[in-house]
């Protein structure tokens, strides 16, 4: 019954903005941790931003000063905003949250970013 739906994704050109949505089907305070990766064809997949605990974020290197997450508890969603895009940032986007030991993905949504 634990759910995690990815939306918000799409084609962009550089330069420009996305906002991408994980809805979980409970309340993200069930999550010890939540957190967007993404993978590139032919890439291993890769952390992109995470909180494990409120009020405590970590960033990949590569996003730090354009990607931000947050979330909104009321709708028990987390986001990921994205400005300043590059075609580097093209991958497919996943959401993960982790509840005790077990890590629960979403499908994951496509990022498009064109030159």
């Known amino acids: 019954q634990v759910q995690l739906v990815e939306s918000g994704g799409g084609l962009v050109q550089a330069g420009g903005s996305l906002r991408l949505s994980c809805a979980a089907s409970?309340?993200?305070?069930?999550?010890?941790?939540m957190g967007w990766y993404r993978q590139a064809p032919g890439k291993q997949r890769e952390v992109v931003a995470a909180?494990?605990?409120?009020?405590?974020?970590n960033y990949a290197d590569s996003v730090k000063g354009r990607f931000t997450i947050f979330r909104d508890n009321a709708k028990n969603t987390v986001y990921l905003q994205m400005i300043s895009l590059k075609p580097e940032d093209t991958a497919v986007y996943y959401c993960?949250?982790?509840?005790?030991?077990?890590?629960?993905w979403g499908q994951g949504t496509q990022v498009t970013v064109s030159s």
């Open positions: 409970g309340s993200i305070f069930s999550f010890n941790a």
């Open positions: 909180f494990s605990t409120p009020g405590t974020t």
């Open positions: 993960k949250g982790t509840r005790g030991r077990y890590d629960y």
